[in-house]
């Protein structure tokens, strides 16, 4: 089976990479990470692929023929309001960019796997996330409210 792991050049991306391409069962692995993959465990590995990417919202097609085949995603992007200059990159990240994946990797890779299979896109996020949007938070309150606004 062929995985995407999104964020491979963070802390939990990193390691659900190097995991990932540790597993018997895990044929191949594309990385999805905003700088080149370091990792002296994974940079030569034969079962990784790494792609690296300026703006996650957009999927030219050449990154979408080198996923091709993937049957899940494993997203790693994201993080705490102190990690981004503004709310704006913070919403980006936890909220833009992973929906505008999910819905792209829905169109193009979902279909090629037939009938009787599902992609599988997990998100890895969601510290100390707070469901009620009106609660009164004592600490890290812009990070933990995010939430995606319905139409």
Partial sequence: MKLIVAGATGFVGGEVLYAALQ????????????????????????????????????YPPDAMARMKDAVGCIWAIGGLAPKFSDYASVHRANVVYPVAAARKFAEELAPDLGPNRRFRFVYTSGALAERDQQKQLWTMRDSRLIKPKTA
């Fill in 23 to 58: 597993h018997p069962s895990v044929t191949g692995v594309v990385s999805l990470s905003r700088r080149a993959v370091l990792d002296p465990r994974v940079i030569n590995h034969a079962k990784w692929e790494g792609i690296v990417l300026d703006n996650f919202e957009t």
